[in-house]
């Protein structure tokens, strides 16, 4: 049996359509909202509007999820800001900055970057339950 290897031609430069998204390995977190809004309330005050945001959070990416599988990219643009919007307001900027990078995404019609960068706003959002939560505990 004989082994074919098939070579990709070059692209030709300017590369002006292509956008890079640097990704970083680690979740970006300001711990100032957060402290703000324990410092201002209750603990059970500040426990249940965190429990509030994270769960709207979840619904928006839960959208997403849903309109990238029916590939109804217009419809993704709201909640993808919405989730910019509350990510930027409670310090998670890792999510914030994946957001920005979906709607890169979107703008340009990528869908395999699109893809990518869902699963990248999915591990951020994982990462900041966790971190939202460790930071409680402190």
Known sequence: MEN????FAARQAPYDDIAVLCCVDRLLFDPKPINQLIASK?????EEIICRVL??????????????????LAAMLRPC???????DQIGLIEMAVTADHIQTCLKQADGVALEATMARLERAFDF???????FRQR
């Open 81 to 87: 800001r919405k989730v910019r919007l509350i990510a």
């Open 4 to 7: 074919k290897i098939t070579k």
């Open 55 to 72: 769960e709207e959070l979840a619904a928006h990416i839960t959208a997403l999820q849903r309109q990238l599988a029916r590939r109804d």
């Open 42 to 46: 209750s603990i059970t005050e500040a």
């Open 128 to 134: 900041a339950v966790i971190e939202v939560w460790n």
